[in-house]
Every structure is written in structure tokens, then in C-alpha cells.
């Protein structure tokens, strides 16, 4: 995951739900997955990939600097070419629960 999504996380929950809630919330992705640095390096491949989603292209940088099995996003449709598994939360929790 990278770092820029967990500050959108948080927002979105504490808009929701509340600020302990989000913290909880954050507490606990901290605990369960690794979080992958956006710099400078990574902004840059971002936009050499000419991705039409910046927010994508930042993603998927992310995930070749880091080696990610996998993706996952609720924009699908954002990573036509990728080399790396991209699938929905849906697609990921069908994983999990089996």
C-alpha cells in the first residue's frame, strides 16, 4: 500500500465514523501490511508511466519498486496493461475466505 492511501483512509473514516475510529483503523493496517514510500523516485516513474489516473500510475509504481503480489483497487479498470495482479476488495476477500 502505498503511504498516500492511508492518509485517505484515515480521512475517510474519520469523516465517518470518528477520529479514534480512524486511528484504530490505521493502528491496525500499520500491523498488517507494508507500506510502500512515495518520493521523489516514485513520482517520477508515476509519470513516465502516462497512466490517464495519477493516483493509479503512483499506485502501480509503488508496486513494481516493492514487488507486490498484487493490487488492489476499486478502479479496476485503471490498470488495463499492469504486470502485476490487480484485483477489487471483492476479488480479495473471495481470496481470503477461502
Same mark, same amino acid.
Given at each position: 500500500?502505498? *503511504?498516500?492511501? +492511508? ?8 469523516? *465517518?465514523?470518528?477520529?479514534? +475510529?480512524a486511528? %484504530? ?8 501490511l ?18 490517464? %489516473?495519477?493516483? %493509479?500510475?503512483?499506485?502501480?509504481a509503488?508496486?513494481i ?6 493490487? +488492489?483497487?476499486?478502479? +479496476? $479498470?485503471g ?5 502485476? $495482479? ?10 481470503? %475466505?477461502?
Amino acid at each position: 500500500m502505498a *503511504a498516500t492511501t +492511508v492518509t485517505n483512509i484515515y480521512y475517510i473514516i474519520r469523516k *465517518a465514523a470518528g477520529a479514534i +475510529v480512524a486511528n %484504530d483503523a490505521i493502528a491496525q493496517i500499520l500491523m498488517d501490511l507494508h507500506i510502500c514510500a512515495v518520493n521523489r523516485e516514485i513520482l517520477q516513474q508515476a509519470i513516465a508511466l502516462n497512466f490517464q %489516473d495519477f493516483e %493509479d500510475a503512483v499506485q502501480y509504481a509503488c508496486g513494481i519498486a516493492y514487488g507486490v503480489d498484487a493490487i +488492489v483497487t476499486r478502479d +479496476v $479498470s485503471g490498470f488495463v496493461n499492469a504486470e502485476i $495482479s490487480v484485483m477489487s476488495p471483492g476479488e480479495l476477500a473471495n481470496i481470503t %475466505d477461502k
